[in-house]
C-alpha cells in the first residue's frame, strides 16, 4: 500500500478533485485543470499552482550497477542500470545536466528519441510519466511540443524533488504526485490521457546512494525501498523469508540458476545486516567457474531482491490495464522494461488488450461488442540502436514497447 501521509519538505500528496463547477472538469493535484471536451479528447489548461518546489536532496551522477537480464527472445544481455560516461548519441535528444542548487543530476533518458517520436503524434493533452525518476523523460516532451503538459508520477519523494527542480521553467504545464504507478486512474480522476509513459525499474539516484541498500558496490543498509515510507525492506527478505521461498523469488524475479544455493548461503548466514554482507554471502554460494564471467555474481541476486521488496511485478499489469483505461482515443502508451519478467507482462498486457477475436478463436468472427482497445504500434520490442546503448550502457537491455488506443 502506498503511503500517503507528507513529510515534511518532501512531496504534495493531494488526491484529484472533482470541480464543482462542472462535472466535465477536474482538477489533478494543483496545478492543471483538464477538460474532456464532447470529442473525448483531453485538453489542459494552467491554473494558479501552490506546487511547493522542493530543494533537491543531493542526487549524485550514477557510477552504473550491472543489471543482468534475460530480453524476451531468452537471450541473456548483461546490461547497466546507472549513468553512462559518455553522451548518447548526437541524434537522440539528449536531456543535459540539470543544475538544481544542490547537486547536478546527469541521467540520460534511454531511448529517448523514441519517446518524444512516439507521442509527437497523440492528441494535444496531457502526458503522465508514470515513472518520473529525475524527469529526464519528461524533460524531452515537454521541450518537444508546446500544446502537451506532464504529470509525473514517483514513489520516490528524492526523485519528485529533483524532477520538480529539473522542470520548474515549465510552470504549470508540470505536476509531479508521490503515487505508486497502479494508482494512475486516481491521478486522472476520471479525466483521460493523450499518452502514458512507464521507465520500468531503479533510477541511477538508488542505486548509487549507498544508504539506499540497492547496490552491492557499496557497503550500505538492507533497505531496497524505493518509497522510503513502504514497510518491507530487504532486511525482512533475507532475514525471515523461509529458504524455499527465498529461492523462489530469487528464480521468479531474476532467472538466477543458483537460486536454491544463494538461498541455503543466505538462511545459514542469518542474520545479515548490510548489502556488504549479503553480497559476500551470495558470492560464497557461486561455484567459482560461474563467478569468472558476465556481471558481477550479485547481480542477479540483488535484482530479485529488490524486485521483491517493492513488488515491481505484481503492480505492473494493474498499472498497464488502468493506463489504457486512462487514454483518449489516439493517445499512446509506452513501455521501457529492463528484464525478461517485466517485458513478458508488458507484451502480454498490451497484445491481450489489441485481440481481435476472443482468445483461442481467431478463426471466428468476433462476437458482438467485442473490439479491440489498442493498436500495437510495432508487435516486437524495439531496442536501442547500437550507438545509444555504446554511448549509454544502462540502455543496454532496453526494450521498448508501445500501442495506440483506438
Ligand atoms: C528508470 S527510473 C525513471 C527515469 C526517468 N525516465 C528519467 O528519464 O529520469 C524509474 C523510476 O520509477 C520509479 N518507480 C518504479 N516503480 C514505481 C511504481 N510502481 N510507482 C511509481 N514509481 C515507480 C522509481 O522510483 C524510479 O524513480
Known amino acids: 500500500m502506498i503511503t500517503l501521509a507528507p513529510r515534511p519538505g518532501a512531496t504534495r500528496l493531494l488526491p484529484p478533485q472533482k470541480s464543482p463547477l462542472s462535472p466535465e472538469i477536474t482538477a489533478v493535484g494543483g496545478g492543471f485543470v483538464l477538460s474532456t471536451g464532447g470529442h473525448g479528447k483531453s485538453q489542459l489548461r494552467p491554473f494558479p499552482s501552490s506546487t511547493p518546489r522542493d530543494s533537491f536532496p543531493g542526487w549524485t551522477p550514477a557510477g ?13 544481455r548483461p546490461g547497466v542500470r546507472g549513468e553512462a560516461a559518455d553522451p548518447v548519441s548526437s541524434d537522440q535528444p539528449v536531456a543535459g545536466p540539470a543544475e538544481t542548487g544542490e547537486s547536478v543530476f546527469a541521467h ?3 531511448m529517448a528519441g523514441e519517446i518524444v517520436a512516439l507521442f509527437a503524434e497523440v492528441p494535444p493533452g496531457l502526458i503522465v510519466d508514470a515513472t518520473l525518476g529525475g524527469g529526464g523523460h519528461s524533460e524531452a516532451l515537454l521541450s518537444s511540443r508546446s500544446d502537451i503538459s506532464v504529470l509525473g508520477l514517483d514513489r520516490d519523494p528524492a526523485a519528485l524533488a529533483a524532477a520538480r527542480a529539473r522542470l520548474a521553467r515549465f510552470g504549470d504545464r508540470f505536476e509531479a504526485r508521490h503515487l505508486r504507478f497502479d ?5 486522472l480522476g476520471g479525466s483521460r490521457a493523450a499518452g502514458v509513459l512507464f521507465d520500468l525499474g531503479v533510477s541511477s539516484h538508488q542505486l548509487d546512494r549507498p544508504e539506499r541498500g540497492f547496490s552491492y558496490r557499496a557497503g550500505g543498509p538492507l533497505d531496497m525501498r524505493m518509497d522510503p515510507a513502504s514497510t518491507l525492506t530487504a532486511a525482512d527478505v ?6 524455499t521461498e527465498l529461492a523462489r523469488v530469487l528464480r521468479r524475479n531474476a532467472d538466477e540458476r543458483f537460486a536454491s544455493r544463494i538461498a541455503r548461503a543466505i538462511v545459514g548466514a542469518r542474520p545479515l545486516h548490510d548489502t556488504a554482507e549479503l553480497a559476500a554471502t551470495i558470492i560464497s554460494a557461486i561455484p567459482a567457474a560461474a563467478r569468472r564471467s558476465g556481471p558481477h555474481p550479485a547481480t542477479r541476486s540483488f535484482q530479485a531482491i529488490r524486485i521483491e521488496v517493492n513488488s515491481e511485478l505484481e503492480v505492473l499489469a494493474p498499472a498497464l490495464e488502468a493506463a489504457i483505461e486512462g487514454l483518449t482515443p489516439g493517445g499512446r502508451i509506452a513501455v521501457l522494461a529492463y528484464h525478461s519478467g517485466e517485458d513478458r507482462i508488458v507484451k502480454s498486457v498490451l497484445r491481450e488488450a489489441a485481440r481481435t477475436s476472443p482468445r483461442g478463436r481467431p478463426d471466428l468472427p468476433p462476437p458482438p461488442g467485442f473490439s479491440p482497445r489498442l493498436r500495437l504500434i510495432r508487435s516486437a520490442g524495439r531496442r536501442p540502436s547500437e550507438a545509444e546503448m555504446a554511448a549509454n550502457p544502462r540502455s543496454t537491455s532496453a526494450r521498448l514497447r508501445a500501442a495506440e488506443r483506438i
Open 64 to 76: 552504473g550497477q550491472q543489471e543482468s537480464t534475460t530480453a524476451g527472445d531468452g537471450t541473456e
Open 108 to 110: 540520460v533518458p534511454v
Open 183 to 187: 494508482h494512475i486512474g486516481e491521478a
Open 238 to 243: 533475507v532475514n525471515t523469508y523461509e529458504e
